[in-house]
Nanobody
Framework: QVQLQESGPGLVKPSETLSVTCTVSGGSLTTNFLSWAWIRQSPTKGLEWIGY???????SYSPSLKSRTSISRDTSKNQFTLQLRTVSPEDTAVYYC?????????WGRGIQVTVSS
C-alpha cells in the first residue's frame, strides 16, 4: 500500500520560496503511467491543483501558478519536491501530495504552510 508523507517548514515569510517535500513508501516514482501531484486547500480558494511530475520526469503546472512553480524529484530517495517562489499570504494553505494512476488519487495527510512575516 503506497503511503505519502509531506514535510517542510510550516511558516514562510512573504516574498520567500516555499519548499515542501513528499516522501513515498510502498511505491516508486518511476512506475509506468503514474503521476505525482501537488494540491493545496485554503478556506478562500478551496481545493487547487498545483501541478505534477510524471513517471518519466516530465512536469505539468497550473497555468495560474506556472510562473512561480517548480516540481522536481530525487528517485534515489523516492521523494518529490514542490517549490513555490515569491509567496504571499494568499499562498497560505494545506499542501497535499498525491499519487494518480489516472483513475483515482492516493493522498498524503497534508501539511499546513502559513505565509506571514
Amino acid at each position: 500500500q503506497v503511503q505519502l508523507q509531506e514535510s517542510g517548514p510550516g511558516l514562510v515569510k512573504p516574498s520567500e520560496t516555499l519548499s515542501v517535500t513528499c516522501t513515498v513508501s510502498g511505491g516508486s516514482l518511476t512506475t509506468n503511467f503514474l503521476s505525482w501531484a501537488w494540491i493545496r486547500q485554503s478556506p478562500t480558494k478551496g481545493l487547487e491543483w498545483i501541478g505534477y511530475i510524471r513517471y518519466s520526469g516530465s512536469t505539468s503546472y497550473s497555468p495560474s501558478l506556472k510562473s512561480r512553480t517548480s516540481i522536481s524529484r530525487d528517485t534515489s530517495k523516492n521523494q518529490f519536491t514542490l517549490q513555490l517562489r515569491t509567496v504571499s499570504p494568499e499562498d497560505t494553505a494545506v499542501y497535499y501530495c498525491a499519487r494518480s494512476n489516472g483513475l483515482d488519487l492516493n493522498w498524503g495527510r497534508g501539511i499546513q504552510v502559513t505565509v506571514s512575516s
